[in-house]
């Protein structure tokens, strides 16, 4: 079974600052984990995935995750944070057939001028 | 290129009445979502298909039904709704990965499409 933990429904930086986001997963065979960005009133929008390869992944908007197999986590980063950052993020697993996403719960990131 | 879109954007119901959520996207992915999002549970898996003409049923499949009859389109319904269905409906599209079954591609999202059932 697959599951995802995000820790902390609400997240607030100020601007320039650095941002951490975080995920856990639980799964019982090697992980495919992606990140999402939600705008307000929009749908989602992929940030960034992991497969196979380099645990250090990089995506748009100079956000980054690093995959860490013994700590089954995959925190997102981004070294400065800029207003229009904020958003919901979401952090996905999918570790089944048929490409079926398992998401955490959300964080909503707030950031402050 | 459109991407993935959704039928309506918004839609007010009472309970008891039923309605139809269309999904549609252009880019000939085999794999199609439906999603509901509510405050505090992320996106819970409602139905999918895999192919023209397959459904299957997710997490949360009670009082939803699906119909894939074409490729490109896949149909959400409620036919009697009740208030516990409002929620934020989204839609998503994937291809398989090089092989059939594998796991890796990304979900490509529709705008959502907001219901409230009075």
């Known amino acids: 079974a697959q599951s995802v933990t995000q820790l902390g429904s609400h997240v607030s930086v100020s601007e320039g600052a650095l941002v951490l986001l975080r995920c856990n997963y639980s799964?019982?065979?090697?992980?495919?984990l992606f990140w999402y960005v939600q705008y307000p009133n929009q749908g989602l929008q992929l940030l960034l995935k992991?497969?196979?390869?380099?645990?250090l992944v990089k995506g748009i908007n100079g956000f980054e995750a690093e995959f860490k197999k013994s700590e089954t986590s995959f925190h997102l980063t981004k070294p400065s944070a800029h207003m229009s950052d904020a958003a919901e993020y979401f952090c996905a697993v999918s570790a089944s057939l048929f490409n079926k996403f398992y998401f955490g719960s959300g964080t909503k990131l707030n950031v402050k001028p | 290129n459109a991407g993935v879109t959704q039928t309506p954007k918004f839609r007010v119901l009472k309970t008891g009445q039923s309605m139809t959520l269309l999904c549609a996207q252009d880019m000939n992915h085999e794999y199609m979502y439906w999603y509901r999002q509510d405050p505090g549970m992320g996106l819970r898996l409602i139905h999918y298909s895999v192919g023209e003409g397959t459904t299957a049923k997710g997490e949360v499949p009670d009082g939803y039904n699906v119909s894939r009859l074409k490729k490109q389109n896949f149909l959400l319904g409620l036919e009697s709704a009740a208030p516990s269905q409002t929620s934020v409906y989204f839609c998503?599209?994937?291809?398989?990965?090089?092989?059939?079954?594998?796991?890796?591609?990304?979900?490509?999202f529709g705008p959502g499409t907001r219901l409230t059932v009075l």
């Open positions: 992991y497969t196979t390869g380099a645990t």
């Open positions: 799964s019982s065979v090697p992980p495919y």
């Open positions: 998503a599209s994937s291809t398989p990965g090089l092989r059939e079954g594998s796991s890796y591609n990304e979900q490509f």
